[in-house]
Every structure is written in structure tokens, then in C-alpha cells.
């Protein structure tokens, strides 16, 4: 069974304290300012649920459409609330994938 990318926060990242903790990892990725602990908690979420799509160093995947979340390149906004928006609703993700879902994000749905 499929995901929609705007189900993932939702689904299986959590509330909005594990969405900010995953923001701040994410953010960590590209070395921006971060929240370090909150960093540090939101990993393992990053590492089981974003990985899939992002890889394990958020390096992206061109062919499903994950972009690269390690370089200062941000397509949909690199700020905190951007991320965190990007996360809870897919928005980024949505356009990137024409408003499909992703054929690799099906192992989200199995975890």
C-alpha cells in the first residue's frame, strides 16, 4: 500500500514536539543553526521513517523525488517552520511528486 507524502508527519512522525525535534535534525543535516538535544531526539524518527525516502545522511533520492536535505539548497523553504510544515503536510514533497504518491515511500507504510 502506498503513502501520500503529506500522511508521513501525520501518520508516524508524531505531534508537534517529534516534528520540531525531526526539524532540528533535518537543519543539523546542512549544518544551519539547530536545537541540538531536540536534534538528537528527533533522529532515530529521521533514521526509521524519513530514511526511507532521504537516505541514512539525508542525501535525497532523485528518482523518487526526495530531495537532498544535506547541502544549503532548500526547494520549498529551509527555515524551522518550513520543515516543520513540510513534514506535517508534505507540501515540498506533494509538488515535487506531481501531487502522486511515491512508489518507495511504500515502506513507510510497513514500518
Not at 103 to 111: E, H, S, T, V
Amino acid at each position: 500500500m502506498q503513502i501520500r507524502a503529506g500522511e508521513i508527519g501525520a501518520a508516524k512522525v508524531g505531534g508537534g514536539d517529534a516534528i520540531e525535534d525531526v526539524a532540528n535534525y533535518v537543519l543539523s543535516l546542512s549544518g544551519r543553526t539547530h536545537d541540538e538535544l531536540r536534534a538528537q531526539r528527533g533522529k532515530p524518527k529521521f533514521m526509521t521513517i524519513c530514511a526511507a525516502c532521504h537516505g541514512p545522511e539525508g542525501k535525497g533520492n532523485q528518482i523518487i523525488g526526495s530531495p537532498n536535505l544535506s547541502d544549503n539548497i532548500w526547494l520549498y523553504g529551509g527555515t524551522k517552520a518550513d520543515i516543520m510544515r513540510m513534514i506535517t503536510n508534505g507540501e515540498g514533497a506533494s509538488r515535487a511528486s506531481g501531487g502522486t504518491s511515491f512508489p518507495g515511500c511504500r515502506l513507510i507504510r510497513a514500518m
